[in-house]
Every structure is written in C-alpha cells, then in structure tokens.
C-alpha cells in the first residue's frame, strides 16, 4: 500500500531557532499533500495544503511566514517552523490523498513530534 | 464553515460491540471517513462513507445518513488494541475537498 514516511520523528530545539520536517511519498507522486498539527488529546487541525510546483494554501490564522511550506516535487514536501518558539510545541502530521475505488483515504506519515525549549 | 461532533469518551468491554457516533455540519458534503490512532502514533483509514447506507470491513463497519448529517463507526468484538482515539472526518467541496476532523472519541476497552 501507500506509504507516507515523514521525519524527524521527534526533534528538541531552542527558541527562536527553525526546524524542517520533511515529507515523503515513497511510491506514488502526490500532487497534494496536507499538514495538520495536533496538540495533546486534541483533533488534527489542518494548517495548510502543499501543491506541487505552486503556493501553499493556508488555513485562516495559521502564518504562513511562520510556517514555510515546500513542495518542490512530486514525492517531497517540507515543512519548516520558524523562529519555533515554546507555544510552537506540538504534533505535526502530513498525509497525502489517494482515490481507492472511490473511497477518499488521507495516508499520513508517522508524525513528527516537536519540543521548543 | 463546519463542525463535526462526537462523544469525548466511550469504555466497553472486551468482546462487545461500541457504536461512535458523529453529526456534523458542512457547506458542501462530500463523504464522511473514519480513523483510528493510537496515542503517540499517526492516524490510520478505516471506513468512507459517500453514500447513505452501511459499509463493513471486518469487525469495523460504518453507516451515513446524509439527510440527518449523521454517522456511525460500529466495532464488533472488541479487543483490548481497539483502544484508541477515533476520528470522524469530513470532505468539503467547499473548501477544496479538503477533510476536516472531528474532536476525536477516545474509546477504552476492558477486559
């Protein structure tokens, strides 16, 4: 089946330093991919959308200055958090869309969990 | 905009059958999913519904009422690895197809 891998899994940083988290579509090509972010015990809140060789599309109230989103190729997207500051803390999954006979199925990578000191 | 609600928590037993139930509200409905996750780890597909009706998959089974805007996932024979959070999610034409979450229902089973 489809496989989303994602990394770092887990990364610690330092205030006011950037993390990049890459995502990848290991084999098939995603036009489209979706970065969500989830806080503890919470839902996964959709913060922007990544389109192959074009702008991210970002949900109302997310940054965009603040999350720099990628997508050069057709299996890579990144997403960098800059200036991570403690509040930035949290669960940061991408996934990827597929068609299977009709169903709508988002694949996501394993997450990546980031910790701001 | 849309909203999608769910129970916070559920605790069954092991071996019974748990009914999550969702509602939700959106501009342009365009299939509703579900999907598991374990704490720490990332969520994974289980059911869509694009039509009114049941689907099964195994012990999973999900059913949509689109004139009621409603939803549920059934587990059947619980076992102790079906705890985990369960997400309700829907496609929304109006906003690019994207798919928005539920709050989630953290489903407990004991032995």
């Known amino acids: 089946g489809a496989v989303v891998s994602q990394h770092p899994s887990r990364v610690i940083c330092k205030s006011g330093t950037s993390v990049k988290i890459e995502c990848r579509s290991l084999?098939?090509?995603?036009?489209?991919m979706f970065w969500y972010r989830q806080f503890p015990k919470q839902s996964l809140m959709l913060m922007a959308t990544s389109n192959e060789g074009s702008k991210a599309t970002y949900e109302q109230g997310v940054e965009k200055d603040k999350f720099l989103i990628n997508h050069a190729s057709l299996t890579l997207s990144t997403l960098t958090v800059t200036s991570a500051h403690p509040e930035d803390s949290s669960f940061y999954i991408c996934?990827?869309?597929?068609?299977?006979?009709?169903?709508?199925?988002?694949?996501f990578g394993a997450g990546s969990r980031l910790t701001v000191l | 905009g849309q909203s999608l609600e769910q129970p916070s928590e559920v605790t069954a037993v092991e071996g019974a059958i748990v009914q999550i139930n969702c509602t939700y509200q959106t501009s342009g409905f365009y299939g509703l999913s579900w999907y598991q996750q374990h704490d720490g780890g990332a969520p994974t597909f289980l059911s869509y519904?694009?039509?009114?009706g049941l689907e099964e998959t195994g012990r999973f089974s999900s059913f949509l009422s689109r004139s009621d805007s409603y939803g549920y996932l059934l587990l059947q024979e619980l076992q102790m690895k079906d705890s985990a959070s369960y997400f309700c999610?829907?496609?929304?034409?109006?906003?690019?197809?994207?798919?928005?979450f539920g709050a989630g229902t953290r489903l407990f089973v004991k032995a």
């Open positions: 519904n694009a039509l009114d």
């Open positions: 999610a829907v496609r929304d034409s109006t906003r690019g197809f994207k798919t928005i």
């Open positions: 996934s990827a869309r597929l068609e299977e006979g009709g169903a709508n199925v988002l694949t």
């Open positions: 084999d098939f090509q995603a036009t489209t």
